[in-house]
Nanobody, 117 residues
Framework: QLVESGGGSVQVGGSLRLSCAVSGRTNRLGWFRQAPGKEREGVAALDIGGGSTYYADSVKGRFTISQDNAKNTVYLQMNRLKPEDTAMYYC????????????????WGQGTQVTVS
């Protein structure tokens, strides 16, 4: 089970941190987003064992994915937010595979809205 929190409204250039409480074991955790009228997009992912991280080009240098093993929580720190970052953000969990492909993830959270204006 994945439960996201931390979304909201923020001004351009601001920051938000999304959190996802994770129940169960998995190999990879990530974040996807979908804006109205646009395709779902892989934003970032993290390999639990090796620690490798992956980012979409559109967020590199601005977003950071991390985890707190003690709290079974994965975070997405989002800085220098832009209007085009406005979307519903979903926490995802899976075994591996192509990190930016939604089909690689078996578990999805309910989503949290991020609005940048």
């Amino acid at each position: 089970q994945l439960v996201e929190s931390g979304g909201g409204s923020v001004q351009v250039g601001g920051s938000l941190r999304l959190s996802c409480a994770v129940s169960g074991r998995t190999n990879r955790l990530g974040w996807f987003r979908q804006a109205p009228g646009k395709e779902r997009e892989g934003v970032a992912a993290l390999d639990i064992g090796g620690g490798s991280t992956y980012y979409a080009d559109s967020v590199k240098g601005r977003f950071t994915i991390s985890q707190d093993n003690a709290k079974n929580t994965v975070y997405l720190q989002m800085n220098r937010l832009k209007p085009e970052d406005t979307a519903m953000y979903y926490c995802v969990a899976g075994r591996g595979g192509t990190w930016w492909w939604g089909g690689s993830y078996s578990y999805w959270g309910q989503g949290t809205q991020v609005t940048v204006s």
